[in-house]
C-alpha cells in the first residue's frame, strides 16, 4: 500500500474521530494531511520503501499560538501519540509524543521556515532563486485530508510554482550550462582522450537538461534520486528519459561517444523545440547559449534581466 493511502485512511479511521471528538472546537482551525520530506509524501513509496518511514501517520498543522495556546498544542500532541500503534498490519513510530519529526503536530509557520525560509509562504523575489526547488516541492506535495479555515492551503497555493520571470531566469542559466557542457566541452574532451572529463561534461549537461526539463512543465524538480522518476510522469518531454538515463549510465569510449552526441543534440533539440512552442525564444539556430540569451532578452522585471545569466542556477 502508498503510505500516502495509509495516511488517509488512518486519519479516516482514528484522526478525524479524534479531533472532531476531543478537540471539536478548535478542529476548524486545523489543517491535516501528509506532505513534506519522504517519497511517500510525492507517492513515489515502493516495496523499498517500507523499510524505514512507512507508517501510519499524519500531519496536525496549528495556527500561531495567539489563536490555539501551546497547553493545547500539548493535548494535541498527547492524543495524537495514543492513537492505535498499529494499522493495518504496519507500526506507528514511537520516537517521541509528538509523532516524530514527518508526522506529528506542528506550527504553520514552523513548518514553512523549515521549508522556505519566511512563515507565511509570502516570498521576495530574490528567495525564489536561493530556496532549494526540492524545498519548495516538499512544501506543496502530498494531499490535504482537512483545512476548513483554507489558511494553509493558501500558504501552499503562494508557493504552488515559480513566478514567470524566475522560471525563464532559471532556463536560461540551464540552457547556457547544456550548451557549454554538451555541445562545447564534452567533444573537445573526447578529441583530447580525455574520457573522465567528458563524463563529467554529460553529467553536468543531463543535470541542466532535467532542471530545463521540469522547468518547462512548469513544475519543481525533486531530490535528485526521484527526479528520473518524475521524469517519468511528466506531461512534456517524459520521451527525454531514455537519453537522458543512456548519457550517464555509458562510457566513452569506441562508437559511444558518437552515440552520445547525437543523444546531446536530440536532448537540446527537444528542449528548444519545446521552449520555442511556450513562445520563450526567437533564436533561429541549434546551440543552447544563444536560446540561453533569446530567454534572457525575454524577461520583463529589467532587475532580474540584468542579474548575471547564471543567477538562477
Same mark, same amino acid.
Request: glycine share 8%.
Given at each position: ?104 503536530? %506542528?506550527?504553520?509557520?514552523? @513548518? #514553512? *521556515?523549515?521549508?522556505?525560509?519566511? /512563515? ?5 523575489? !530574490? $528567495? ?80 541542466? %537538461?532535467?532542471?530545463?526539463? @521540469? #522547468? *518547462?512543465?512548469?513544475?519543481?524538480? /525533486? ?5 528520473? !522518476? $518524475? ?83
Amino acid at each position: 500500500m502508498k503510505g500516502l493511502e495509509l495516511s488517509e485512511r488512518f486519519y479516516v479511521e482514528y484522526g478525524a474521530p479524534m479531533l472532531n471528538g476531543q478537540f471539536a472546537d478548535i478542529a476548524s482551525l486545523l489543517a491535516v494531511g501528509l506532505f513534506g520530506s519522504g517519497s511517500e509524501c510525492f507517492g513515489y513509496d515502493d516495496n523499498l520503501s517500507a523499510d524505514h518511514d512507512l507508517e501510519p501517520g499524519f500531519c496536525i498543522i496549528l495556527p500561531d499560538e495567539d489563536v490555539i495556546d501551546r497547553q493545547t498544542e500539548f493535548a494535541l500532541e498527547r492524543a495524537y501519540y495514543k492513537l492505535p500503534r498499529e494499522f493495518m498490519g504496519y507500526k506507528r513510530s514511537t520516537i517521541n509524543p509528538a509523532g516524530g519529526n514527518r508526522h506529528g503536530v %506542528a506550527r504553520m509557520r514552523d @513548518f #514553512l *521556515l523549515s521549508k522556505t525560509g519566511t /512563515p507565511d509562504g509570502v516570498l521576495p523575489t !530574490r $528567495a525564489w532563486f536561493s530556496i532549494p526547488e526540492q524545498s519548495l516541492a516538499e512544501a506543496t506535495n502530498g494531499k490535504i485530508f482537512r483545512d476548513d479555515s483554507g489558511k494553509f492551503t493558501a500558504a501552499r497555493q503562494r508557493l504552488a510554482y515559480l513566478p514567470e520571470d524566475v522560471r525563464r531566469k532559471k532556463l536560461a542559466g540551464h540552457l547556457l550550462l547544456m550548451g557549454q557542457a554538451g555541445q562545447y566541452n564534452y567533444p573537445r574532451s573526447i578529441a583530447r582522450g580525455d574520457t573522465a572529463a567528458a563524463q563529467l561534461a554529460v553529467i553536468e549537461f543531463a543535470k541542466s %537538461a532535467l532542471h530545463a526539463v @521540469f #522547468l *518547462l512543465n512548469s513544475r519543481y524538480i /525533486p531530490y535528485y534520486k526521484w527526479s528520473f !522518476r $518524475a521524469l517519468s510522469e511528466l506531461p512534456t518531454l517524459s520521451t527525454l528519459y531514455s537519453p537522458l538515463e543512456y548519457l550517464i549510465s555509458s562510457g566513452n569510449k569506441d562508437g559511444e561517444a558518437t552515440t552520445k552526441q547525437a543523444a546531446v543534440n536530440e536532448i537540446c533539440a527537444a528542449i528548444i523545440s519545446t521552449a520555442k512552442e511556450q513562445g520563450l525564444t526567437d533564436f533561429a539556430g541549434e546551440a543552447a547559449e544563444g536560446h540561453a540569451l533569446a530567454i534572457n532578452r525575454r524577461i520583463a522585471d529589467e532587475k532580474i534581466r540584468n542579474l548575471h545569466i547564471l543567477y538562477g542556477v
